[in-house]
């Protein structure tokens, strides 16, 4: 407990700015441990949606008029923010999404259907969300490609040497997630990078759940695509980025087309499409949430992913080792490298059960195969619990987490 109070965090000025903390549930004030799925939302980020249309709502781009002009410009802001938050080397790299899901999707359609042919190799890890696994499937199916699944050991940790084994020349992609969701495994992308470099593959990065924790500098890793979403990282749902770079992204055709995506449209001649980003943009976008995804990054740059990340690894010891004394109770993924995320079983209770029970006293986990399935199949189980930590969490409310744990075991066994 000495070590946490050691580092500079003001966790209390932190939840400060977090109102639904301020609740109860069930007659308990609420635990949440649920950030993996989604993280709560400061106040300064919910502010921006009433500023934006109470004060600027209005079409972006185009638009002559003086709120469409505010709100463009908030909107464009954000891709720098963006720039920054990723190091990116320039704003036209960024493309605003729904979120992780949808970028991943633009990659396989875009890039995909543009560039893989039937035999063509893309290397999936086993601990991939099945957002970064669905959408090569489908190209499998339509296309023809194969999929070669990267394995994991037993303690949720990639195999590096079974991935170099995995190349061969017909090796186009590797489709591997920075962090993962299930077990909070920090993979090594930029030697993962490396490696696919080598073999002349690219590499996209699923950064949904690495985005929350540590910084991330896309010129360093030499990530070719990158995407990550912003309810996982204080931010509202509906919005995210994809990073490409933009020779990549200039060689890509849309995916979509629509409005704001074209130079010119005609019925004799053809249509000509927008330079990038806008080619990939079509169609009204997010624009509150965009503008309030900006407002979150600065929220977090300004209190320092280091700061945070180190936070959050002081609470992953102290609830590592208290989970670690309930008997019959088996954390999986034991990586010597991991985010702020506990998954677990416990013998004789069903997780949903334990979800459900625990939510009476207070404390929100997930619960289920977190959109992991071959990962968790691997390891012989069809759900865990799970618990994942954020900036405002707190040591208390940790112990008030393993005290309902065990209450709620005592109950269901």
């Not at 070590?3 to 635990?31: Q, S």
């Not at 069809?382 to 930590?389: H, K």
């Amino acid at each position: 407990m000495t070590a946490l109070k050691e580092l500079t965090l003001d966790v209390v000025k932190v939840r400060a700015d977090f109102p639904i903390l301020e609740r109860e549930v069930h007659g308990k004030p609420l635990v949440y441990l649920d950030n993996a799925a989604t993280s709560q939302t400061p106040r300064q980020v919910i502010a921006t949606f009433d500023d934006y249309y109470g004060r600027y709502n209005a079409n972006i781009h185009r638009g002559l008029h003086t709120l469409a002009d505010e709100a463009t410009a908030a909107y464009e802001r954000v891709r720098e923010t963006v720039r920054v938050f990723l190091n990116a080397r320039e704003r036209r790299e960024i493309i605003f999404t729904r979120g992780t899901t949808e970028a991943i999707n633009l990659v396989a359609n875009a890039w995909g259907r543009a560039n893989l042919k039937a035999g063509d190799e893309v290397l999936v890890s086993l601990m991939e969300h099945h957002s970064n696994i669905v959408p090569w499937q489908l190209l499998a199916e339509q296309l023809g490609i194969v999929i070669k699944v990267i394995p994991v050991d037993e303690r949720g940790v990639l195999e590096l040497e079974a991935y170099r084994d995995l190349f061969t020349e017909r090796t186009r992609l590797v489709a591997v997630n920075h962090v993962s969701n299930a077990f909070g495994t920090i993979n090594p992308v930029q030697e993962l990078a490396a490696i696919a470099h080598e073999h002349g593959a690219l590499i996209l990065i699923d950064g949904a759940q690495a985005a929350p924790h540590e910084p991330i500098d896309v010129q360093a890793i030499d990530a070719d695509f990158y995407a990550f979403s912003g309810h996982k990282v204080y931010g509202p749902t509906g919005a995210g980025a994809l990073y490409g770079k933009a020779a990549l992204l200039e060689a890509m055709p849309p995916w979509q087309g629509g409005g704001e995506m074209i130079k010119t449209v005609s019925f004799d001649a053809g249509t000509s499409f927008a330079d990038i980003p806008h080619r990939f943009e079509a169609g009204t976008p997010a624009v509150a949430e965009v503008i309030a995804l900006g407002k979150a990054l600065e929220w977090v740059s300004g209190i320092g992913l280091e700061l945070i990340g180190a936070w959050e690894q002081q609470l992953l010891t102290h609830a590592t080792e208290a989970l670690s004394r309930i008997d019959g109770l088996r954390i999986l993924g034991t990586a010597p490298h991991k985010a702020g995320v506990i998954s677990f079983v416990v013998d004789g209770a069903h997780s949903q059960d334990i979800g459900l029970l625990i939510d009476q006293l207070g404390v929100a986990i997930r619960t289920g195969h977190h959109c992991a399935q071959p990962l968790l199949n691997h390891f012989g189980v069809d759900a865990t619990c799970r618990a994942s930590f954020a900036a405002y969490n707190t040591p208390e409310e940790i112990d008030i987490f393993v005290d309902a744990l065990e209450r709620v075991i005592g109950m269901v066994r």
